[in-house]
């Protein structure tokens, strides 16, 4: 999958490693502001109990 998605990119191969990592920033930056946040309200993980 990620070949192919390499392979679309276009231009040469500086090009195409410099588009790839700004692609995986974006991607990084959206999980980390939207995607993580919302998955912390969903999921209440610091409400355990022992009984």
Do not use: C
């Amino acid at each position: 999958m990620y070949l192919w998605l390499f392979r679309q990119l276009p231009g040469p191969l500086w090009l195409r490693i410099l588009l790839s990592a700004v692609i995986l920033a974006g991607v990084l930056f959206l999980l980390a502001d939207v995607v993580f946040p919302w998955l912390a309200d969903v999921t209440n993980l610091t409400d355990a109990t022992v009984g």
